[in-house]
Nanobody, 121 residues
Framework: QVHLVESGGGLVQAGGPLRLSCAASGSIFSINVMGWYRQAPGKQRELVATITSSGRTSYASSVKGRFTISRDNAKNTVYVQMNSLKPEDTAIYYC???????????????WGQGAQVTVSS
């Protein structure tokens, strides 16, 4: 079993910072890509940022320059530092990881339970 547990969501004023964390635990052999998606009310889930095991990052254009994704491979944890938050960043943020669990024959996709981020104007 593999689990992704997010933390750090909450309410913040526009212009403020917030940091989300996501720790993967369980029977993990290897983690490839880790990342964050978000889903606002009435909208489809969208990619926010990803980071490979070697540290290569990519960002949605809407967050580039404001959000920074990072990971600690020793802790199987991914972070996203969100600065200059806007009301339109309000959404449920989901952690995502491509993990090879022990006993498996390939990588599989895993999701966290979601963390609410609300940005007030």
């Amino acid at each position: 079993q593999v689990h992704l547990v997010e933390s750090g969501g909450g309410l913040v004023q526009a212009g403020g910072p917030l940091r989300l964390s996501c720790a993967a635990s369980g029977s993990i052999f290897s983690i490839n890509v880790m990342g964050w998606y978000r889903q606002a009310p009435g909208k489809q889930r969208e990619l926010v940022a990803t980071i490979t095991s070697s540290g290569r990052t990519s960002y949605a254009s809407s967050v580039k320059g404001r959000f920074t994704i990072s990971r600690d491979n020793a802790k199987n944890t991914v972070y996203v530092q969100m600065n200059s938050l806007k009301p339109e960043d309000t959404a449920i943020y989901y952690c995502y990881a491509v993990i090879w669990s022990t006993g498996s024959v390939s990588y599989s996709n895993y999701w966290g339970q979601g963390a609410q981020v609300t940005v007030s104007s």
